[in-house]
């Protein structure tokens, strides 16, 4: 007996992208590091947090790669002549991935008191109705 997945469920056609996106959230940043929130913030609207105490604007950069938000943090620059005693802010590089759906875009980022705010919103999809033509006598292969 052959195990069913999405991809070759008879009655799920052409929906085997799910599963690779599964793939790639299962695989995305599992790391805690840095720790995130993830928000509704309306009815299509949605915010995700990271903190990023010690990082600036310019060690953050922030891409979106086929369907796939990637943060990245690198290293800042820290003032050798400073002595820590203890030092247990982390200010480690960093990557961070979110997969998106189709029609999610990121509206805006910002930082604001060691946070990164990014803002994304969820086009509302088109409903469309189509009629389909049934022909007689004939049909068609591939």
């Known amino acids: ?4 997945t999405l991809g070759t469920h ?3 056609l052409g929906f ?3 599963e690779r996106l599964l793939e790639q959230a299962e695989k ?10 993830i928000e509704q913030v309306g009815e299509r609207a949605y915010r995700i ?6 990082f600036s604007g310019d060690d953050l ?7 796939k938000l ?5 290293s800042p620059r820290t003032d050798e002549a400073r002595v820590f005693l203890h030092r247990g802010i982390a200010a480690r590089q960093f990557i961070k991935s979110f997969v998106l759906a189709d029609g999610v875009e990121v509206t805006g980022a910002a930082t604001e008191d060691g946070l990164l705010h990014i803002d994304l ?3 509302e999809p088109e409903r469309l109705v189509q009629t389909i033509q049934i022909r007689k006598g004939e049909t068609r292969k591939g």
């Open 61 to 67: 950069a922030i891409t979106v790669e086929d369907r």
């Open 1 to 4: 007996m052959s195990k069913l």
């Open 121 to 123: 919103e969820r086009d």
């Open 28 to 37: 995305s940043g599992t790391e805690g590091y840095p720790p995130f929130n």
């Open 49 to 54: 947090t990271l903190a990023v105490a010690g």
């Open 10 to 12: 008879p009655f799920l």
């Open 16 to 18: 085997d992208q799910i």
């Open 70 to 74: 990637v943060v990245r943090g690198r």
